[in-house]
């Protein structure tokens, strides 16, 4: 098992469940939105740390050279991160042009969630700690994930406040579950 990988998948856990809290906090209808004060600043400090420590260990455990291929990769590494830049230019373009929905910062954080993921399991499964069953089932996770938050992103400006304060929680949730089933898997 990688321990940076397991370390960072762990740390992006971490980090949706604070996001949560911090949401939940900070973004009720009818209350002004304080991004950074008092409590709400911590929350949001520790969110931030949590994902860039996640981002960080999950890419140095990608990259660990102790990490000997056993197989052959499913995907090449450059082709997640190609499909990525597509996908996210795609994205917006289809997303403002044609839905005319604002593009905010969750759209990078999703394509780039699941661009890390995908290295994460790729390297998993050619290095034998994922085999070739789980990294299907993972693969099926992942997408179904993305297309969730996908889902919700795009809606988000047209649901009733609420509702859209609600909803936006799921693709924090479908995220973190998806890590969480991968630390269980690894």
């Not at 291929?69 to 082709?79: C, F, N, S, T, V």
Request: net charge positive.
């Amino acid at each position: 098992m990688s321990s940076k990988i397991f370390s960072g998948q762990l740390s992006l856990v971490i980090c949706c469940a604070f996001y949560l809290i911090w949401w939940s906090i900070s973004y009720q209808p009818g209350q002004e939105v304080n991004r950074v004060g008092s409590f709400r600043g911590i929350l949001l400090g520790i969110t931030a740390l949590c994902g860039l420590a996640g981002i960080v260990l999950s890419i140095i455990g990608i990259n660990d050279p102790s990490l000997k291929a056993l197989h052959q990769e499913k995907l090449h590494g450059i082709w997640i991160l190609v499909f990525g830049i597509i996908t996210y230019i795609g994205l917006i373009l289809i997303t403002s042009v044609w839905l005319k929905r604002p593009v905010t910062t969750e759209l990078l954080l999703i394509t780039g969630w699941m661009v890390l993921e995908l290295c994460v399991i790729n390297k998993l499964n050619s290095a034998g700690m994922l085999s070739d069953k789980r990294f299907w089932v993972m693969i099926g996770i992942l997408i179904t994930a993305f297309i969730i938050s996908m889902i919700m992103y795009i809606i988000y400006y047209r649901m009733e406040e609420w509702l859209a304060f609600f909803m936006a929680m799921v693709p924090l949730i479908t995220e973190g579950i998806s890590m969480g089933i991968l630390l269980v898997l690894m």
